[in-house]
């Protein structure tokens, strides 16, 4: 028995997929997952003929996975990102005591006074060491090590992993405070009297506890709108009707990054987000099942799919050739026949998956179940 495929009966998919193990939670900036991927081409077979299969390659980006908001869109600042301190900026100030032009032009040479300097430097206390932003609030875990508070929300909100992003560690509790200096060994309960249960986070104040919740709120990305929903189907209606514009499905099911960071699109930069990427950044698109018509939020995703909802063959997946799905097992026993040898015994063709790679193969298979019976 055989079946024909059509062209659009197979998908070839470039790259060696994702791996069965869950994905690292390294934090960085925007979380992004490089992963190189390679592939071979397409199957071998005796050729006689089916037509050509259609192939789908799935385009790779080193950035693909977490990628930067539009930067058309400008993304509403969270309260805790707005505000600045004055010690920071006295320290970052450059002084104004300027050169002695003529004197150095004379001598020929460049002399800088003790009270010159070329940029301002900001120290290591003062810098996340994941995002390299300043550091508004620190967070502090039992291991000590320290980061911003936007990064520890991240991991432990977005991420829902407890792990300290340097040690690895799993940290149950974290304290956000002002203080770079001081260890968590060294906080009384008094001195952090403010709690927030969902996250287990002390804070030192009422103020720094309504700028964490704040960032976890849904908030509407529209520059300069202050306005906060209380779930996903809410803020896409506000969108649509107040701004007239959307968000991506797929990105706010995938992407960890605050709802306030989203991109907002109409319907012709929503539909080439999805087909072709956004030009300010390294995405190059949510890739599509070519036989379901779905999107996908990145190539795991679509690995994991085609694993699950469509056929492969293991007979061109042990001489190296990957990810080459069939929409069904009617299209991958089209593929038996003209590329492999299938069993054509009525009762082999109702177990399924009885074909060989090659002739000598079959043909000691056909003696043995005839002998056999």
Not at 13 to 39: A, I, L
Not at 130 to 146: G, L, R
Not at 282 to 301: A, I, S, T
Not at 334 to 347: A, I, M, R, V
Request: net charge negative; aromatic share 12%.
């Amino acid at each position: 028995m055989s079946t024909t495929s059509n062209s659009t009966d197979i998908q070839t998919v470039s790259g060696t997929g994702p791996e069965r193990p869950e994905r690292s939670n390294r934090e960085q900036r925007h979380y992004n997952d490089h992963r190189p991927r390679g592939g071979r081409g397409r199957g071998r077979g005796r050729g006689r003929g089916r037509g050509r299969p259609y192939h789908h390659f799935v385009r790779h980006s080193s950035n693909h996975r977490e990628y930067n908001s539009s930067s058309s869109q400008n993304s509403r600042s969270s309260a805790a990102t707005r505000r600045t301190f004055s010690n920071s900026n006295e320290n970052s100030n450059l002084n104004e005591n300027s050169h002695s032009d003529e004197d150095s032009n004379l001598n020929g040479n460049i002399n800088l006074n003790e009270n010159d300097s070329l940029s301002p430097v900001p120290s290591n206390e003062s810098v996340c060491f994941i995002c390299a932003n300043p550091v508004i609030y620190y967070a502090v875990s039992e291991c000590n090590h320290k980061f911003c508070h936007l990064c520890s929300l991240r991991i432990r909100a977005l991420y829902e992993n407890k792990n300290c992003a340097y040690c690895k560690t799993e940290q149950d509790k974290v304290i956000f405070t002002r203080k770079h200096d001081k260890e968590f060994q060294d906080f009384k309960e008094s001195d952090i009297p403010y709690f927030d249960e969902d996250l287990n986070a002390y804070c030192e104040d009422q103020e720094m506890l309504d700028d964490i919740k704040l960032l976890l709120k849904y908030n509407c990305p529209y520059s300069n709108c202050d306005v906060s929903c209380e779930g996903w189907p809410e803020l896409k209606r506000h969108i649509k009707d107040y701004h007239h514009l959307m968000l991506c499905d797929i990105c706010i099911r995938h992407k960890k990054i605050f709802s306030h960071e989203h991109s907002l699109f109409n319907n012709k930069d929503l539909d080439k987000h999805f087909r072709e990427g956004d030009d300010d950044s390294g995405f190059r698109g949510h890739p599509e099942c070519e036989f379901c018509k779905r999107r996908f939020y990145g190539d795991d995703e679509l690995y994991e799919h085609c694993r699950d909802k469509h056929e492969e063959c293991f007979i061109c997946m042990r001489a190296g050739i990957r990810h080459g799905y069939y929409r069904d097992y009617n299209s991958l026993e089209g593929h038996f026949n003209s590329e492999h040898y299938l069993c054509q015994d009525k009762e082999c063709l109702e177990k399924k998956f009885i074909v060989f790679e090659t002739e000598i193969d079959l043909k000691a298979h056909e003696v043995s179940f005839f002998f056999f019976f």
